[in-house]
């Protein structure tokens, strides 16, 4: 990457903003070689056909592209199969990209491709010391973080951030373990509106996300096929998957734009469009 188009700043705070740079990593080496989530419990035996994922993955970063984001491609590493999901392996939090800490030992190494590249274009990073955490798990709200308690992200470092980030507002959002990261149940798409999957959350926490936001509910069915996990380009416009009908035409009546690309075999894994990006810059 060069200096010019590469990682030459950072800018986040929120999940909805007009997205203007983003981290993605090719699906070359995608397979599941080992079970680390329900999803790929119900796909382990056919696995993932790898060209057919690289091909999505390559249609869904041109269409990226063409909307005028700017797509940085880590070098894709075969010892990291999962390495596709970007999100997960940071977070960008105003002008600094926190490092995920992996709670897998799967993923664990995939951090240090991207602190290297950060570091390489003098970009500010910054890791937790205690705990586990996931970008997946992390979503952000102008002046709100809603962090996911889950199997991969952990109390202590959730409240290890609050303490690193006094002026925001952090809520530890906790639900089912059936469930990855929070971003699979729960989802801001406008400054009033989320996506969410209510079962697999208490009533209490349900209602606190209600008192801040519009929810807009997907099926069962469509939970598993990810509904929740969008990634929202800004305008009001948003990526989501073609088989996911109802909750896609829930948006579209809300008059959101739905950029409909098949990432199917990609999803085989347990994740998405917001977990295969990890924005840089909104704005």
Same mark, same amino acid.
């Given at each position: 990457m060069s200096r010019e188009n590469g990682l030459n700043q950072a800018y986040c705070m929120d999940e909805y903003s007009t997205l203007k740079k983003v981290i993605l990593c090719p699906a070359h080496h995608m397979e599941i070689r080992e079970v680390i989530n329900h999803t790929q419990e119900h796909f382990a035996k056919e696995d993932i056909d790898k060209s057919l994922a690289a091909e999505q993955h390559k249609h869904f970063t041109d269409a990226l592209e063409s909307y005028g984001i700017e797509v940085v491609l880590l070098p894709a590493d075969k010892k990291f199969p999962e390495q596709v999901f970007t999100r997960d392996i940071g977070f960008t939090l105003g002008n600094t990209v926190f490092l995920g800490n992996m709670r897998r030992e799967i993923r664990q190494g995939e951090e240090k491709i991207l602190e290297e590249q950060l570091a390489k274009h003098h970009i500010p990073f910054q890791s937790l010391q205690?705990?586990?955490i996931e970008g997946g798990d992390v979503i952000i709200d102008r002046n709100k973080l809603w962090i996911g308690v889950s199997t991969r992200t952990s109390k202590e470092a959730?409240?290890?951030?609050?303490?690193?980030?006094?002026?925001?507002?952090?809520?530890?959002?906790?639900? @089912? +373990? +059936?469930? @990855?990261? @929070? +971003?699979?149940?729960?989802?801001i798409v406008s400054p009033d509106e989320a996506v969410i999957f209510p079962k697999a959350l208490d009533k209490k926490m349900v209602d606190a996300l209600a008192a801040h936001y519009d929810l807009i509910e997907v099926t069962e069915e469509e939970q598993f096929t990810l509904g929740t996990n969008l990634l929202s380009i800004g305008n009001r416009t948003l990526f989501s998957l073609p088989m996911n009908k109802n909750i896609n035409k829930k948006l579209?009546?809300?008059?959101?734009?739905?950029?409909?690309? +098949?990432?199917?075999?990609?999803?085989k894994s347990g994740g998405s469009f917001r977990c295969v990006t990890l924005p840089l810059v909104r704005g």
């Open positions: 205690k705990g586990s959730i409240d290890e951030l609050q303490k690193q980030l006094p002026h925001l507002e952090v809520t530890a959002v906790p639900f @089912l +373990d +059936d469930y @990855l990261h @929070l +971003d699979c149940v729960f989802n579209k009546e809300r008059g959101f734009n739905v950029i409909e690309v +098949d990432i199917s075999e990609i999803i």
